[in-house]
Nanobody, 126 residues
Framework: QVQLVESGGGSVQSGGSLRLSCTAS????????MGWFRQAPGEEHEGVAA???????KYADSVKGRFTIVRDSAKNMLYLQMDSLKPEDAAMYYC????????????????????WGRGNKVTVSS
C-alpha cells in the first residue's frame, strides 16, 4: 500500500499562487505515476496534472501555462505549483499515484490511479 498526505493548501486571492506538496510513504518503490486531481463541491473529480517516472507530464487544458507539476522521487515528494489562480480553481486537491504499467498511456482518468490522499482544500477569492 501507498500512503499519501497533502499539504500546502489554503486561501488566496485571484491571481495569487500556492504550492501543494504530497508526501508518499509505504510501498513507494511501486509508484510509477503520480498526479493531482481536484473536486469542487457538487462536481466530479477532475484530473489536473500527472507525471511519470520518465518525467513525462500531462496537464488539463484548464491549467496549462499556470500550474506546474514537479516530482522528487528521491524524497518521495510531489508538488503542484499553482500560479495565476482563478476562483474556478477552488476545490479539494488530491494527490494520486499509480503503479507501473497498469495504464501505458499517461492519462488524467481517475480510475487509472490506485492510491489517493485525503485531500487539501484550496480557496480562491475574487
Amino acid at each position: 500500500q501507498v500512503q499519501l498526505v497533502e499539504s500546502g493548501g489554503g486561501s488566496v486571492q485571484s491571481g495569487g499562487s500556492l504550492r501543494l506538496s504530497c508526501t508518499a510513504s509505504g510501498e513507494t518503490k511501486t509508484i510509477y505515476r503520480m498526479g493531482w486531481f481536484r473536486q469542487a463541491p457538487g462536481e466530479e473529480h477532475e484530473g489536473v496534472a500527472a507525471i511519470d517516472n520518465d518525467g513525462s507530464t500531462k496537464y488539463a487544458d484548464s491549467v496549462k501555462g499556470r500550474f506546474t507539476i514537479v516530482r522528487d522521487s528521491a524524497k518521495n515528494m510531489l508538488y503542484l505549483q499553482m500560479d495565476s489562480l482563478k476562483p474556478e480553481d477552488a476545490a479539494m486537491y488530491y494527490c494520486v499515484t499509480a503503479p507501473c504499467c497498469r495504464v501505458p498511456i499517461l492519462t488524467l482518468n481517475a480510475p487509472d490511479f490506485s492510491w489517493w490522499g485525503r485531500g487539501n482544500k484550496v480557496t480562491v477569492s475574487s
